[in-house]
């Protein structure tokens, strides 16, 4: 069982810059970070593995940035050159699955809200 607790959402004017955590209770091999707005379906943004595996959606690409601090167990979301489109709910997920990017998603953050204003 993982538990993730993300912090760090919040209103920005387009152009601005945010930093997403996510902390997650234990470890787990491929993480990643999903978006979704109300009446559209949840959207992967990126994912990262613990053997360095990363990839990103395309409108992430050269703006955002995800790590990971092992030690501490908390996976980030920097987010820069934010555009109104990147308003939504932001969650964090784990998988048990030994694949990265993982075919089922096991455990999900509460999210939180990224609100970008043209």
């Known amino acids: 069982q993982v538990r993730l607790v993300e912090s760090g959402g919040g209103s920005v004017q387009a152009g601005g810059s945010l930093r997403l955590s996510c902390a997650a209770s234990?470890?787990?091999?491929?993480m990643g970070w999903f978006r979704q707005v109300p009446g559209k379906e949840r959207e992967r943004v990126t994912v990262y593995a613990s053997n360095g595996y990363i990839n990103y959606i395309d409108s992430a690409k050269g703006r955002f940035t995800i790590s990971k601090d092992v030690g501490k167990k908390i996976l980030y979301l920097q987010m820069s050159g934010l555009k109104p489109e990147d308003t939504a709910i932001y969650y964090c997920?784990?998988?048990?699955?030994?694949?990265?990017?993982?075919?089922?998603?096991?455990?999900w953050g509460q999210g939180t809200q990224v609100t970008v204003s043209a």
């Open positions: 997920a784990a998988s048990a699955d030994g694949d990265c990017p993982a075919r089922s998603w096991d455990y």
């Open positions: 234990a470890y787990a091999y491929c």
